[in-house]
């Protein structure tokens, strides 16, 4: 099954768009909950989970950062490889987690970083999303497209070697806008990221960019890796 869990991203409830522009297949097979996360401080999502979706930042939209029923559920997902997909700020979803934010390949990074980087930013600009040139296997299968205008996020933090799958330039720079990486327990990772105002989140291109790596998260296997540390 996929568990999607979203907050309401400042009242644009793009997280439920997504979900709700998935077909009816894949929305069938999936839990979804947006500004409540007791499921995943239960903890009795993860045995059944194939696939994370996540659309949340913690502490935003007036919402405490999940505790520490989610993190250990969260943990013993990825430690037994379970793939992720990150939409638009979610590598940020467990922040104040330490080893959530070693893990995320390319991490948005708070004010008042916990570990001291330099936070992210995200002008906001039209935005044309291209195919990259790299020979990873959803290259020929994602497809191109455009936003009016939507945050591009950059500055954000290299966690991880990654495969760049879709780009886009903003004053006068390339930045990613979805990657694939892995993490240490060997579980893939996709980190999507445009999605905020609803006009973008409800882009043909954009959903069906969101279905093909829904369907790509179910059905590729994760790589082996060295074990993560447990501290």
Request: proline share 10%.
């Given at each position: ?199 973008c989140v409800d ?18 296997p994760p790589v ?8």
């Amino acid at each position: 099954m996929i568990f999607f869990f979203a907050d309401d991203h400042y009242r644009t409830r793009a997280g439920a768009r997504i979900f709700g522009n998935l077909p009816g297949d894949l929305r069938n097979q999936s839990v979804f909950r947006e500004n409540d996360f007791s499921l995943l401080e239960s903890g009795a999502w993860e045995p059944a989970c194939e696939l994370l979706v996540l659309h949340l930042i913690g502490t935003t939209c007036s919402l405490p950062h999940p505790g520490p029923g989610a993190e250990a559920a969260v943990k013993r997902y990825c430690a037994r490889r379970g793939p992720l997909l990150l939409l638009h700020g979610s590598s940020a979803a467990f922040w104040q987690w330490p080893w959530w934010r070693r893990i995320t390949g390319m991490r948005w990074v708070r004010p008042k970083d916990p570990d001291g980087v330099e936070r992210s930013v995200h002008p906001s600009a039209p935005c044309q999303v291209r195919l990259s040139k790299c020979r990873h296997s959803l290259a020929g299968q994602l497809v191109p497209f455009e936003l009016p205008e939507d945050e591009i996020y950059t500055a954000l933090e290299q966690t991880a070697p990654f495969w760049t799958l879709l780009e886009c330039d903003v004053e006068g720079r390339t930045f990613p806008q979805c990657t694939e990486s892995f993490t240490p327990w060997g579980g893939r990772v996709v980190n999507f990221l445009p999605g905020h105002k609803a006009e973008c989140v409800d882009s043909p291109g954009l959903a069906a960019n969101v279905e093909l790596l829904c369907r790509y998260l179910l059905s590729a296997p994760p790589v082996d890796a060295p074990p993560i540390s447990s501290r």
